[in-house]
């Protein structure tokens, strides 16, 4: 029997909010129904797109009984008191990520989201790029023996603004979650932390305090060793890859290409242009999926959706790399958690 779509609301119309209202829009599970945001003209916007009545209270829309969940792509402040008013309404609730830059107010929230049975999912999206997703699905079936190493690159194309710095928690909790979050897919559970950051060509980095490239080491209780690249800059475009190795063989994911035209001549060799620019356009289907897998969730069915403990375990790892940056030790992780795969 055919369900009717599942009725959304969504909080923030930024950048990534008009990604995620394209995709509601987009499937025929799902309808925008309302938007929220501060900025009005921002909701009006997307909603002359993508459809659904307007407000600048997330409150109101949140309560509005029209809604069979809510996804929050509003500013990270903001997270754990949306998070909250959702599951006191027992609504569904797929979240941008991270929880909180504060892991005081994300174990503050925990006793009462575990609780109250609502589902709650964090928006770690590069778990459901097709490429990623396949990697981990083969090395799930042994195809290169036991996991011993993995790998992943992560460099921007350029730095965000200074003033964006300033509020995003660093590098780690900004940029490095998403590949901790991926380490945990893979690997399970870390121990241990060792990281290193420098400051190397960002204005923005230096006057925050912050690290523009970085390189992390991490630990799994399986024995198996994580190594992340990071840069807040990348003149060949968004890199992005990764490697997985064992005993039995090796997998990799290179970087999305552009376009697919090479150039060949006296000079050079199957040149060809830069990588993708822009995270949208690199993980435009991980996104999609996420918002799939994100219905499942709510109605019932098998699902992969990254957890509330996803996002409190990948923040826990960023702080510890945070301190092993800071202070140039190795960091234990006291409390590991499971890792839904």
């Given at each position: 029997?055919?369900?009717?779509?599942?009725?959304?609301?969504?909080?923030?119309?930024?950048?990534?909010?008009?990604?995620?209202?394209?995709?509601?829009?987009?499937?025929?599970?799902?309808?925008?129904?309302?938007?929220?945001d501060p900025f009005i003209d921002?909701?009006?916007?997307?909603?002359?797109?993508?459809?659904?009545?307007?407000?600048?209270?997330?409150?109101?829309?949140?309560?509005?009984?029209?809604?069979?969940?809510?996804?929050?792509?509003?500013?990270?402040?903001?997270?754990?008191?949306?998070?909250?008013?959702?599951?006191?309404?027992?609504?569904?609730?797929?979240?941008?990520?991270?929880?909180?830059?504060?892991?005081?107010?994300?174990?503050?929230?925990?006793?009462?989201?575990?609780?109250?049975?609502?589902?709650?999912?964090?928006?770690?999206?590069?778990?459901?790029?097709?490429?990623?997703?396949?990697?981990?699905?083969?090395?799930?079936?042994?195809?290169?023996?036991?996991?011993?190493?993995?790998?992943?690159?992560?460099?921007?194309?350029?730095?965000?603004?200074?003033?964006?710095?300033?509020?995003?928690?660093?590098?780690?909790r900004d940029m490095t979650i998403?590949?901790?979050?991926?380490?945990?897919?893979?690997?399970?559970?870390?121990i241990e932390v060792s990281a290193?950051?420098?400051?190397?060509?960002?204005?923005?980095?230096?006057?925050?305090?912050?690290?523009?490239?970085?390189?992390?080491?991490?630990?799994?209780?399986?024995?198996?060793?994580?190594?992340?690249?990071?840069?807040?800059?990348?003149?060949?475009?968004?890199?992005?890859?990764?490697?997985?190795?064992?005993?039995?063989?090796?997998?990799?994911?290179?970087?999305?290409?552009?376009?697919?035209?090479?150039?060949?001549?006296?000079?050079?060799?199957?040149?060809?242009?830069?990588?993708?620019?822009?995270?949208?356009?690199?993980?435009?289907?991980?996104?999609?999926?996420?918002?799939?897998?994100?219905?499942?969730?709510?109605?019932?069915?098998?699902?992969?959706?990254?957890?509330?403990?996803?996002?409190?375990?990948?923040?826990?790892?960023?702080?510890?790399?945070?301190?092993?940056?800071?202070?140039?030790?190795?960091?234990?992780?006291?409390?590991?958690?499971?890792?839904?795969?």
């Open positions: 029997m055919r369900q009717n779509p599942m009725r959304f609301g969504l909080i923030g119309t930024g950048r990534i909010g008009q990604v995620h209202a394209a995709n509601i829009a987009a499937n025929p599970a799902a309808e925008l129904v309302g938007i929220a921002g909701a009006k916007s997307v909603a002359s797109r993508f459809g659904g009545t307007v407000t600048d209270s997330p409150e109101q829309l949140i309560h509005s009984r029209q809604l069979d969940a809510v996804l929050v792509a509003s500013p990270t402040p903001t997270h754990v008191e949306l998070i909250e008013a959702c599951v006191d309404a027992g609504l569904p609730v797929l979240c941008e990520k991270p929880i909180d830059l504060d892991i005081v107010r994300v174990d503050a929230l925990r006793p009462k989201v575990a609780a109250s049975g609502v589902p709650v999912a964090l928006g770690f999206n590069q778990r459901f790029d097709p490429s990623f997703a396949r990697v981990h699905m083969r090395v799930l079936a042994g195809e290169i023996g036991e996991l011993e190493h993995l790998s992943i690159v992560s460099r921007d194309p350029g730095p965000p603004p200074a003033s964006y710095i300033g509020v995003s928690g660093g590098i780690f998403h590949d901790f979050d991926m380490a945990r897919f893979f690997v399970g559970d870390i290193t950051g420098a400051r190397l060509f960002d204005a923005g980095a230096r006057e925050h305090g912050d690290f523009d490239t970085a390189v992390v080491t991490l630990r799994a209780a399986s024995g198996a060793i994580v190594t992340i690249t990071n840069s807040r800059h990348s003149a060949i475009g968004y890199d992005q890859r990764l490697e997985a190795f064992g005993a039995l063989g090796m997998l990799q994911v290179g970087n999305a290409q552009s376009s697919l035209v090479s150039y060949s001549s006296a000079s050079s060799v199957e040149a060809r242009d830069p990588y993708i620019e822009s995270f949208i356009e690199r993980y435009t289907q991980a996104y999609a999926l996420e918002l799939d897998e994100f219905i499942k969730l709510v109605r019932g069915g098998q699902s992969s959706s990254p957890s509330f403990e996803d996002g409190r375990a990948a923040l826990m790892i960023a702080d510890a790399a945070q301190r092993s940056a800071e202070e140039g030790i190795a960091v234990s992780i006291a409390s590991a958690l499971p890792i839904a795969n």
